[in-house]
């Protein structure tokens, strides 16, 4: 089957370092599918083939694996996806007003992807920053901690400038205390 | 209790500025308990003993005593033999091992190098969850000084001990965090739990033995290993001892992670440590250790201790010392359907009781909150979660039977 998508040498070559940490190759699935969603924003169908074809494993496995992990984009996404969270320590400090002030901002709901491809809204489980909630992360990388619709008008507007916020790092309360 | 939480001084992340590098580590003592094991002094059974005299109570949940879990690992027949660590950390309300990746990764390393040492593994794998990219970032690169430093690789420290260390990721799976799904999924697979027998330590990553132990829990090791096991266990809770990471969120007013001894007064954690409850609300419930632990009713939580005998006895867990705290104002049933809805998207879809109970107990609640609760509904969310509990592979359905 003719591929519309391609791996270039540098991801080749970061395929060959993945496999090396393991003794098989089916280990290299998960991350291999990360380098190919790094390289063509999603993992289609047709992405999933070039994945097993680079590794050599089944197609079915590929996407049983691509199907089973919420992260991967089975389909294409906007240019920024914004996972707010929702689940427990988030849904008590806001996440839902935070989820529904950015859909109303950007007028679509949740699972949804604005007209220009811009941005994507998603509802996510627990991403593991319950102390800094109401939290959302950005297309699978940096985190953006205790929003405010204030805080979300400025992603918004940086984001389309097309530039991430950086890496927050949260201290330990008790040292900040002691100092 | 009259313990001057004020005064205690952490020692898992230590308030030491740039202790992430690998010479402000070392320069702080850091490595000399691995340098101090790989000496003649010591043997792996020596140190799996006085893991196990320290009583490190697995700080992912389980609460199992480390040291007897190494000693589970079946003699070495000359083949690869593994250390899994698990750095998942998807249980809502849990936050704290990202602390250890950012403040004091090498802590990790040292800990599990020392474990690897103890069950003479031949490779040590590290499983981050996906969703933290920029943690797994930083362990790369800690990882990377390390093995630059000769901490990791073939024959450490001159000792003729070789291990290999990997950082790998998830994609976004809560299941992921229960060890055989993390095996599974390290594998390259889809995350499905395991049956046990057989356990891991028999038959674990590719067939062959395996101990999963958390980012915590390892973390302790260089401590035991310095200070001693006696050091360790006299700190805190006497059945269930050490320092903890509290990772305290929901209606305080200074959430965060918090590093103290176990056994710490639940009220004093909320009251003292947190700063209270926002706005001057009153408490009304708390979840002691992640999503998974039984709630428990905030006026019932005078002379609740932070440790698993005081908490069995309230009626929950310690499990990863997640605490999510409600005030008055909060909608519980507007809690429980979302976090029935967690649980449901989250199940993995092998056995049918979680698979199809996760769903019926995310719909019944949906009919309540949305105001068409009948009282047979509760009868019914009942006896679902008796055919839920103890009727399936792994931990899940309990988890959501139980909260």
Same mark, same amino acid.
């Given at each position: 089957?003719?591929?519309?998508?391609?791996?270039?040498?540098?991801?080749?070559?970061?395929?060959?370092?993945?496999?090396?940490?393991?003794?098989?190759?089916?280990?290299?699935?998960?991350?291999?599918?990360?380098?190919?969603?790094?390289?063509?924003?999603?993992?289609?169908?047709?992405?999933?083939?070039?994945?097993?074809?680079?590794?050599?494993?089944?197609?079915?496995?590929?996407?049983?694996?691509?199907t089973f992990y919420t992260q991967y984009y089975k389909e294409k996404m906007g240019k920024y996806v914004l996972d707010v969270c929702t689940t427990t320590s988030c849904q008590l400090c806001g996440g839902y007003d935070m989820l529904h002030y950015l859909?109303?901002?950007?007028?679509?709901?949740?699972?949804?992807?604005?007209?220009?491809?811009?941005?994507?809204?998603?509802?996510?489980?627990?991403?593991?920053?319950?102390?800094?909630?109401?939290?959302?992360?950005?297309?699978?990388?940096?985190?953006?901690?205790?929003?405010?619709?204030?805080?979300?008008?400025?992603?918004?507007?940086?984001?389309?400038?097309?530039?991430?916020?950086?890496?927050?790092?949260?201290?330990?309360?008790?040292?900040?205390?002691?100092? | 209790?009259?313990?001057?939480?004020?005064?205690?001084?952490?020692?898992?992340?230590?308030?030491?500025?740039?202790?992430?590098?690998?010479?402000?580590?070392?320069?702080?003592?850091?490595?000399?308990?691995?340098?101090?094991?790989?000496?003649?002094?010591?043997?792996?059974?020596?140190?799996?003993?006085?893991?196990?005299?320290?009583?490190?109570?697995?700080?992912?949940?389980?609460?199992?005593?480390?040291?007897?879990?190494?000693?589970?690992?079946?003699?070495?027949?000359?083949?690869?033999?593994?250390?899994?660590?698990?750095?998942?950390?998807?249980?809502?309300?849990?936050?704290?091992?990202?602390?250890?990746?950012?403040?004091?990764?090498?802590?990790?390393?040292?800990?599990? #190098?020392?474990?690897?040492?103890?069950?003479?593994?031949?490779?040590?794998?590290?499983?981050?969850?996906?969703?933290?990219?920029?943690?797994?970032?930083?362990?790369?690169?800690?990882?990377?000084?390390?093995?630059?430093?000769?901490?990791?690789?073939?024959?450490?420290?001159?000792?003729?001990?070789?291990?290999?260390?990997?950082?790998?990721?998830?994609?976004?799976?809560?299941?992921?965090?229960?060890?055989?799904?993390?095996?599974?999924? #390290?594998?390259?697979?889809?995350?499905?739990?395991?049956?046990?027998?057989?356990?891991?330590?028999?038959?674990?990553?590719?067939?062959?033995?395996?101990?999963?132990?958390?980012?915590?829990?390892?973390?302790?090791?260089?401590?035991?290993?310095?200070?001693?096991?006696?050091?360790?266990?006299?700190?805190?809770?006497?059945?269930?001892?050490?320092?903890?990471?509290?990772?305290?969120?929901?209606?305080?007013?200074?959430?965060?992670?918090?590093?103290?001894?176990?056994?710490?007064?639940v009220l004093t954690l909320i009251e003292e440590v947190a700063g209270g409850m926002r706005n001057g609300k009153k408490l009304k419930g708390l979840i002691p250790g992640g999503s998974s632990t039984p709630i428990l009713r905030g006026d019932a939580l005078?002379?609740?201790?932070?440790?698993?005998?005081?908490?069995?006895?309230?009626?929950?867990?310690?499990?990863?010392?997640?605490?999510?705290?409600?005030?008055?104002?909060?909608?519980?049933?507007?809690? #429980?359907?979302?976090?029935?809805?967690?649980?449901?998207?989250?199940?993995?879809?092998?056995?049918?009781?979680?698979?199809?109970?996760?769903?019926?107990?995310?719909?019944?609640?949906?009919?309540?909150?949305?105001?068409?609760?009948e009282i047979r509904d509760l009868e019914l969310l009942i006896d679902l979660c008796s055919q839920m509990e103890g009727r399936t592979i792994c931990a899940l359905a309990d988890a959501a039977a139980y909260y």
């Amino acid at each position: 089957m003719a591929n519309n998508y391609e791996f270039t040498p540098e991801d080749l070559k970061e395929i060959e370092t993945i496999k090396a940490k393991f003794p098989e190759v089916m280990p290299a699935t998960l991350p291999t599918l990360w380098v190919a969603q790094r390289r063509f924003g999603h993992v289609e169908p047709e992405v999933q083939h070039l994945v097993a074809e680079t590794l050599d494993l089944p197609v079915s496995h590929v996407h049983g694996v691509a199907t089973f992990y919420t992260q991967y984009y089975k389909e294409k996404m906007g240019k920024y996806v914004l996972d707010v969270c929702t689940t427990t320590s988030c849904q008590l400090c806001g996440g839902y007003d935070m989820l529904h002030y950015l859909e109303n901002k950007l007028g679509i709901k949740a699972g949804e992807t604005t007209k220009d491809g811009m941005f994507s809204i998603q509802s996510v489980e627990c991403l593991g920053a319950c102390g800094y909630a109401p939290m959302m992360q950005i297309t699978n990388d940096v985190y953006v901690n205790n929003l405010t619709e204030e805080k979300l008008d400025e992603v918004i507007e940086s984001l389309k400038a097309d530039k991430m916020p950086e890496f927050e790092s949260v201290g330990m309360p008790q040292h900040t205390e002691r100092s | 209790m009259s313990f001057d939480w004020k005064s205690y001084t952490p020692v898992i992340i230590p308030d030491i500025p740039n202790l992430h590098e690998i010479d402000v580590y070392t320069k702080n003592g850091g490595y000399d308990s691995l340098k101090e094991v790989l000496s003649d002094d010591w043997d792996p059974t020596k140190v799996v003993n006085e893991v196990k005299a320290a009583n490190i109570r697995g700080r992912g949940g389980a609460g199992f005593n480390a040291g007897l879990k190494w000693s589970f690992m079946p003699k070495p027949d000359g083949g690869p033999r593994y250390l899994a660590c698990n750095g998942d950390e998807s249980e809502p309300g849990t936050f704290k091992d990202r602390k250890i990746f950012e403040y004091n990764p090498h802590l990790f390393i040292e800990g599990a #190098l020392i474990a690897a040492y103890a069950m003479q593994c031949s490779a040590i794998y590290v499983y981050i969850r996906g969703e933290y990219y920029s943690w797994i970032k930083m362990m790369e690169k800690a990882l990377k000084d390390a093995y630059d430093k000769g901490f990791i690789g073939k024959n450490i420290l001159g000792s003729g001990f070789d291990v290999e260390f990997h950082v790998t990721g998830g994609a976004g799976a809560y299941i992921c965090g229960e060890e055989t799904s993390m095996l599974e999924s #390290l594998e390259g697979k889809r995350g499905y739990p395991r049956v046990k027998p057989p356990f891991p330590a028999q038959k674990g990553l590719w067939g062959r033995p395996t101990t999963i132990n958390n980012i915590e829990t390892l973390s302790c090791v260089p401590l035991v290993i310095k200070n001693g096991a006696d050091w360790f266990s006299g700190i805190g809770a006497e059945t269930h001892p050490g320092p903890v990471l509290y990772g305290i969120s929901g209606h305080v007013n200074r959430p965060g992670v918090y590093e103290l001894p176990t056994g710490m007064p639940v009220l004093t954690l909320i009251e003292e440590v947190a700063g209270g409850m926002r706005n001057g609300k009153k408490l009304k419930g708390l979840i002691p250790g992640g999503s998974s632990t039984p709630i428990l009713r905030g006026d019932a939580l005078e002379g609740v201790n932070m440790d698993a005998d005081s908490l069995r006895e309230a009626g929950s867990m310690m499990g990863t010392a997640g605490m999510i705290v409600m005030d008055e104002d909060t909608d519980m049933v507007e809690m #429980l359907w979302r976090i029935s809805h967690f649980y449901h998207h989250e199940s993995c879809g092998q056995c049918t009781p979680c698979r199809e109970g996760t769903g019926w107990l995310e719909k019944i609640l949906l009919k309540i909150r949305n105001g068409d609760g009948e009282i047979r509904d509760l009868e019914l969310l009942i006896d679902l979660c008796s055919q839920m509990e103890g009727r399936t592979i792994c931990a899940l359905a309990d988890a959501a039977a139980y909260y």
